[in-house]
């Protein structure tokens, strides 16, 4: 470990209580382009036959893993975005676990042309999370679960739990997708321009702004972080693991389908049964997602608690250490990193460790 990472490391628990600690952080930072070497990736198939990528982490040098934190990407994000915070969680003693979401990374994609992000609904997102705990994760990695995702994964979080209770024991959403950021374009605009490309056939077009995928800081890349150094990972996995893992901007079809989905989220009734415990981690200086639909949402769930990540674009898990030490601060917050968390005697500890895949 280089003296530059742990001195990084050291500034980024100063908020944290030294839990995390720094030689923990660090060594996450400078191993976040390498995956574990106990990790297992394969693919399972969704209810409707179609095969989703998915990956588990399970900390095999833990012999009683404390659960399994299962993380949801974000829109055109993949499994390997998140591994400096597997590496954390493992150094912590939790095992992980992760898929790419249908329509992006390596998981099935409903257009012929993988540049184009397009999804036919939001719904069957949340039978493939359903489908992963089944199938992957219950019964084979240990409990409690916890749910942690970024943007439109941190979405597909919330209606999952809405949806299919009882799954996961609580839930950390960064920059959670509750209604998209539209610069101030007035609402019939932003609905109406989406409808008539789809009543048009343009529904796969992109939309104002995105094209096929490029690679560096450009049109609205350059809203995630300030951080070059980590805004640069998703575009070293492309180049040097796999060009499939690329996905380009949103298509018209993928808009509509996102703002139905934000109006399922926030309509009347559907927050305040979310019985879950859910951290909201909002991204201060966020212009992708609308954080005042964050704040209006989070006051109406009973079991929700909002923090604001000062400093903090779009993506937080990607920001510079100071950012993320507020980040790391607020789940250690929220769970008991140290002890292990506990959400109550009815959440049954089934420490089994992951077998590997074919079993």
Known sequence: MSEKDLEAGMAMTAKGDEYPSADILAAAKAHRRQVPEDAVFSYFVAPDER????????????????????????????????????????????ACAAMDLRGQGMSWRPHPNRDKHYVRSFDPHLTDVKAFFDEKLVG????????????????????????????????ITVAPMVKIATGGLPK??????????????????????????????WGWRKKLTHDDERFEDEDFFIKNKDKRL????????WLWEALKSCEVLSSEGYPETIETP???????????????AQNALVARMPHARLVVIKG??????????????????????????????????????TNTPAPMEGS
């Open 278 to 292: 859910v951290l909201v981690l909002q991204a201060e200086k966020d212009s992708i997602v609308d954080n005042d």
């Open 246 to 253: 690329a996905v380009g901007g949103a298509t018209y079809k």
């Open 188 to 217: 019939w605009v932003a609905k109406g321009l989406p409808f008539i490309a789809r009543v048009l056939g343009l529904g796969a077009a992109y939309i104002p702004g995105h094209t096929a995928f490029k690679e560096g800081r």
């Open 51 to 94: 095969r989703i990528r998915f990956a588990r982490f399970p900390a095999s040098k833990v012999i009683e893993p404390k659960g399994t934190v299962i993380f949801l990407p974000g829109r055109t994000e993949f499994i390997e975005k998140f591994l400096e915070d597997v590496h954390i969680f493992n150094a912590l003693g939790f």
């Open 140 to 171: 084979k990695m240990p409990k409690p679960f916890i749910l942690m995702g970024h943007s439109a994964g941190s979405h597909v979080i919330l209606r999952f739990l809405k949806e299919h209770p009882g799954y996961a024991d609580a839930a």
């Open 312 to 349: 903090a674009m779009h993506e937080a898990l990607k920001e510079t250490d100071d950012i993320r030490a507020q980040v790391w601060h607020a789940i250690s917050d929220f769970i008991d990193l140290e002890n292990g968390p506990d959400f109550g005697g009815d959440v049954l500890q």
